[in-house]
């Protein structure tokens, strides 16, 4: 089943790819913009400074898309920031409402390239899987979405943009304080965060700005398949929670599964791990790991991941596999991953079992993926 002869991809972060390209009015998106920045726009119109608080909070605080609605601010202004600026989401394409109530959402950016965006209701809280790339560069086999070449990185104002337009459509602006349905982020939709590390990172302390969409940086998850230098950088300038998608306890089947460990095996990987800043029992790494049939799921396997996290505060999700069209594995026995489990736990490990969710619309872990392709450069630099 595993062909020892696969070749990696290219294991360097993606640096050729394009900016989101403007609107077609020619207005600049406020959205995705720093404190700073807005600071800086205020400035070059000759506003006071306290002009870019108010305005950022009209817009992340309370999801204002109508300058007019800005009435804090004189008419003469509101009629400026109209001219040049708005205030946009992305574009929905398609909304998918699985039989679970996971919803799927098809966005369409201002260069027509489309990513998917996933929430994952719960009785108390709800999560919502947000993608960082358009495609991914990883081609990890198992994954639907890495079947699909990197496009391009997106930009602070279609990550944010993915947020808010999900709070928009539970009307949570600013939203009820108990019951909410949006109330964790993961970044674990398409592409690898950590190759897109500085949008990422500009993006989420938007998010967790108190002042503003204010999710708490406990109830964000950054996810990623081993980019193991940047791993301790995230914790020290962000200090969310940490998702690893490990998937295999050795160097020669994980260089198959997740060719990124080539790059960085899994020693290396395990070291950044636990260099990982603030890390605690209350703040413990979450170890993903597929669960694929006669491939990574024996009790030798399991027994292998306890000797590897021994130390670390950490707990495993164990992921079903969900099959994909053309997908080359199967899903792990409900005994096999019983048992897998089991000796986890017997090891003083949290090791739950993920139930899948939204499988019905190709919206479970790993089923993420879309129809835009990257184009040649002939083109893409016209």
Same mark, same amino acid.
């Given at each position: 089943?595993?062909?020892?002869?696969?070749?990696?991809?290219?294991?360097?972060?993606?640096?050729?790819?394009?900016?989101?390209?403007?609107?077609?009015?020619?207005?600049?998106?406020?959205?995705?913009?720093?404190?700073?920045?807005?600071?800086?726009?205020?400035?070059?119109?000759?506003?006071?400074?306290?002009?870019?608080?108010?305005?950022?909070?009209?817009?992340?605080?309370?999801?204002?898309?109508?300058?007019?609605?800005?009435?804090?601010?004189?008419?003469?202004?509101?009629?400026?920031?109209?001219?040049?600026?708005?205030?946009?989401?992305?574009?929905?394409?398609?909304?998918?409402?699985?039989?679970?109530?996971?919803?799927?959402?098809?966005?369409?950016?201002?260069?027509?390239?489309?990513?998917?965006?996933?929430?994952?209701?719960?009785?108390?809280?709800?999560?919502?899987?947000?993608?960082?790339?358009?495609?991914?560069?990883?081609?990890?086999?198992?994954?639907?979405?890495?079947?699909?070449?990197?496009?391009?990185?997106?930009?602070?104002?279609?990550?944010?943009?993915?947020?808010?337009?999900?709070?928009?459509?539970?009307?949570?602006?600013?939203?009820?304080?108990?019951?909410?349905?949006?109330?964790?982020?993961?970044?674990?939709?398409?592409?690898?965060?950590?190759?897109?590390?500085?949008?990422?990172?500009?993006?989420?302390?938007?998010?967790?700005?108190?002042?503003?969409?204010?999710?708490?940086?406990?109830?964000?998850?950054?996810?990623?398949?081993?980019?193991?230098?940047?791993?301790?950088?995230?914790?020290?300038?962000?200090?969310?929670?940490?998702?690893?998608?490990?998937?295999?306890?050795?160097?020669?089947?994980?260089?198959?599964?997740?060719?990124?460990?080539?790059?960085?095996?899994?020693?290396?990987? @395990? &070291? *950044? =791990?636990?260099?990982?800043? /603030?890390? +605690?029992?209350?703040? !413990?790494?979450?170890?993903?790991?597929?669960?694929?049939?006669?491939?990574?799921?024996?009790?030798?396997?399991?027994?292998?991941?306890?000797?590897?996290?021994?130390?670390?505060?950490?707990?495993?999700?164990?992921?079903?596999?969900?099959?994909?069209?053309?997908?080359?594995?199967?899903?792990?026995?409900?005994?096999?991953?019983?048992?897998?489990?089991?000796?986890?736990?017997?090891?003083?490990?949290?090791?739950?079992?993920?139930?899948?969710?939204?499988?019905?619309? @190709? &919206? *479970? =872990?790993?089923?993420?993926? /879309?129809? +835009?392709?990257?184009? !040649?450069?002939?083109?893409?630099?016209?």
């Amino acid at each position: 089943m595993l062909d020892p002869q696969i070749s990696p991809p290219s294991l360097a972060p993606f640096k050729e790819a394009l900016p989101a390209p403007s609107h077609a009015d020619g207005r600049t998106n406020l959205v995705g913009m720093s404190r700073e920045e807005l600071g800086d726009l205020f400035k070059t119109m000759g506003e006071p400074a306290f002009r870019a608080k108010q305005l950022w909070g009209w817009i992340y605080g309370k999801g204002a898309r109508d300058f007019a609605d800005m009435t804090d601010m004189s008419k003469k202004l509101r009629a400026k920031l109209e001219e040049g600026y708005a205030v946009r989401r992305p574009h929905v394409s398609r909304l998918q409402d699985s039989i679970d109530g996971t919803k799927k959402w098809l966005l369409r950016m201002p260069d027509g390239q489309e990513i998917e965006t996933v929430h994952i209701p719960e009785d108390d809280r709800g999560a919502l899987c947000v993608s960082s790339q358009v495609g991914c560069t990883l081609t990890c086999k198992f994954c639907h979405t890495g079947t699909q070449r990197l496009v391009r990185n997106l930009t602070p104002e279609e990550i944010v943009g993915q947020v808010m337009l999900c709070k928009d459509t539970f009307d949570e602006w600013p939203g009820p304080e108990t019951n909410r349905k949006l109330t964790n982020i993961v970044m674990m939709g398409m592409g690898e965060p950590l190759f897109n590390y500085e949008n990422v990172a500009k993006a989420l302390r938007i998010i967790m700005d108190a002042e503003g969409i204010a999710i708490s940086k406990r109830r964000i998850t950054l996810s990623t398949s081993g980019v193991a230098p940047l791993i301790p950088r995230a914790g020290e300038e962000l200090g969310v929670m940490l998702a690893i998608s490990l998937h295999a306890v050795r160097d020669d089947l994980r260089d198959v599964l997740v060719p990124l460990n080539k790059k960085y095996p899994i020693a290396e990987l @395990l &070291a *950044a =791990c636990r260099k990982y800043p /603030t890390l +605690s029992n209350a703040r !413990r790494i979450t170890f993903e790991y597929v669960m694929l049939k006669g491939v990574n799921d024996s009790e030798a396997d399991a027994r292998e991941l306890v000797r590897l996290i021994a130390g670390l505060p950490a707990k495993v999700n164990l992921i079903p596999f969900n099959p994909w069209p053309g997908s080359p594995y199967e899903t792990s026995t409900q005994g096999a991953i019983d048992r897998f489990s089991r000796i986890v736990m017997d090891a003083g490990f949290s090791s739950p079992v993920r139930t899948p969710r939204g499988r019905d619309i @190709l &919206a *479970a =872990c790993g089923q993420l993926k /879309t129809e +835009s392709r990257r184009e !040649r450069p002939s083109r893409a630099t016209e």
